[in-house]
């Protein structure tokens, strides 16, 4: 799985401003909406639902929230930088300020997890999420990460 099959150039935020963990699934929900044509408010539950069985919050300042919702077709990722990290519970209890959104059909078993494990490699070289960091450009993050999930994990070392 590349992350061009979850990630569009249209789902990538460079800046985005939250002050709480309430408030940035709450503009993520609406980006989502947005973007792949959902109603916000549902995937907001869906958000908040997770986030209530541990926080989706990996530490190393990054979040993978992630959902399931029925009459999805396909899976859908949303990365977003954001302007000042935000407390989110994350299991290193340090902000966070770079977040993949991921949202799955409900029978999508296998392929959520395969696309979760693909999100989690790519963004957990320390060196890749500075570059990340490094860039308010919404088309030169989309095409660092397309890079990052086009290479193996090998040939990515080798090139940070």
Do not use: W, Y
Request: proline share 4%; aromatic share 4%; charged share 30%.
């Amino acid at each position: 799985m590349e992350i061009e099959d979850i990630l569009q150039r249209n789902a990538v935020i460079a800046s985005l401003r939250a002050t709480s963990k309430k408030q940035l699934l709450q503009e993520l929900s609406k980006a989502a909406a947005s973007a792949f044509d959902l109603d916000s408010r549902q995937v907001f539950d869906i958000l908040l639902e997770r986030e209530r069985l541990g926080s989706t919050g990996v530490g190393s300042g990054l979040a993978i929230p992630h959902g399931k919702l029925p009459k999805l077709k396909g899976l859908h990722g949303l990365f977003v930088r954001l302007e000042k990290p935000v407390e989110f519970d994350a299991i290193d209890d340090e902000p966070i300020d770079l977040v993949f959104l991921l949202l799955a059909p409900e029978g999508s078993g296998a392929d959520h997890l395969k696309a979760l494990a693909r999100v989690s490699r790519i963004l957990r070289d320390r060196a890749f999420c500075e570059k990340l960091r490094g860039s308010d450009n919404p088309d030169a993050i989309f095409a660092l990460l397309v890079e990052a999930g086009n290479s193996t994990p090998d040939q990515f070392r080798a090139a940070s």
